[in-house]
């Protein structure tokens, strides 16, 4: 049975306390699983939207960063682009927002390009998708460190690791494709046929006219043609994401984004919303903070969150991820048992 340790800390303003938690998980989980660390080892993190007060601040990641400096591993903050028009939607202003957020100790790498068009396809053959688009850079490492911040997600529900990997790692194309169906379209109305659309198309998708149209044949749901328009005249369905189907997708695509990798997962269970981090409002917390959690299985991790969450606040109001989760270990990403192994 796989294994997660946890640390209590009751206070996400205890950061000293967050950082000590962090190191000496991360010390007992490669320890007693005798985890081989590669000489690069990336940071999966979410900077924040801006105006969101509720992500992990990097101040946090102080314990891992000292951890990687004592074996002289080398790191990097990466992320990939957002599918929503926002500041983490192009490279350029992911990367000025991730500063403005403090992300300043490492190197910051946008795993999927500038506008989400550098991906690897990577095979799975599952239900919903045979082939998954993961950001390149993230696709080509042998370990992540996959950094998550449990909480809320409007489709999703509560979790963390497996929402960070699916969802995080993909590609804006990849998240299209769970989201949606992967085809955009382009509003007829909207349209002001400038063409910018059809010049940054990687494929060459788009034709045009006196407006734009996508050739639904050449057309690989990378979604770059929805950063470039000015007009927001590209827009994908959010209706097919209203299902079940939904959160296999998101499953399937952290089994992609994890597939063949050595990765270890650090969970934060603080400043827990209901709604992630990409929502740029400010929110208010509905559950006490919990601690810190570390696991190599995705599945395992986020049900240990989801079951101390439940035994902190006494109720049990958190299931709405469980689907995600009974599909994940369905499909062979991970396990739902597990022994918490508290420190
Ligand atoms: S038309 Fe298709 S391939 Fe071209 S930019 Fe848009 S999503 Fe990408
Ligand atoms: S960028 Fe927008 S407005 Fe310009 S041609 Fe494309 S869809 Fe039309």
């Not at 990336?42 to 969101?52: D, I, R, S, T």
């Amino acid at each position: 049975m796989k294994k997660v340790y946890f640390k209590a800390v009751d206070s996400y303003l205890k950061t000293q306390d967050i950082n000590e938690a962090t190191k000496v998980l991360l010390n007992r989980l490669v320890e007693d699983e005798s985890i081989t660390l590669e000489k690069y080892i990336p940071l999966k993190v979410h900077f924040g939207e801006k105006g969101n007060k509720t992500y992990i601040e990097s101040k946090n990641f102080e314990g891992i960063l000292e951890y990687f400096k004592e074996r002289e591993i080398e790191s990097a903050y990466m992320e990939t682009n957002v599918l929503y028009r926002g500041e983490r939607t192009t490279s350029k202003n992911h990367i000025k927002l991730a500063g403005e957020h403090g992300f300043t100790q490492l190197p910051i790498v946008i795993a999927d390009g500038d506008h989400g068009e550098n991906y690897e396809e990577v095979e799975i053959n599952k239900k919903n998708f045979k082939k998954c688009k993961i950001g390149a850079e993230i696709a080509k490492q042998k370990q992540v460190m996959v950094i998550s911040h449990f909480k809320g997600h409007a489709l999703a529900g509560f979790g963390g690791a497996i929402k960070q990997l699916g969802m995080g790692c993909a590609s804006r194309g990849g998240k299209l494709a769970q989201h949606a169906n992967s085809i955009p379209k382009i509003s007829y109305f909207k349209c002001k046929g400038c063409g910018s659309c059809a010049k940054n198309c990687p494929e060459k998708a788009i034709v045009m006219g006196s407006k734009a149209k996508i050739n639904k044949d050449k057309c690989v749901g990378c979604a770059a043609c929805m950063t470039t328009c000015n007009f927001g005249a590209v827009s994908n369905s959010w209706l097919a994401s209203l299902s079940k189907s939904f959160n296999e997708r998101l499953a399937e695509y952290a089994y992609a984004a994890s597939k063949d990798k050595n990765n270890i997962y650090i969970t934060f269970a603080f400043n827990i919303t209901r709604n992630c981090d990409c929502d740029g409002h400010s929110m208010k917390p509905v559950a006490k903070d919990i601690g810190v959690f570390a696991a190599t299985d995705p599945v395992a991790i986020d049900q240990a969150c989801l079951d101390v969450l439940d035994k902190v606040n006494g109720r049990r109001v958190f299931r709405r991820g469980k689907y995600t989760l009974d599909y994940a270990e369905k499909i062979g990403l991970g396990s739902r048992k597990y022994e918490l192994v508290e420190i």
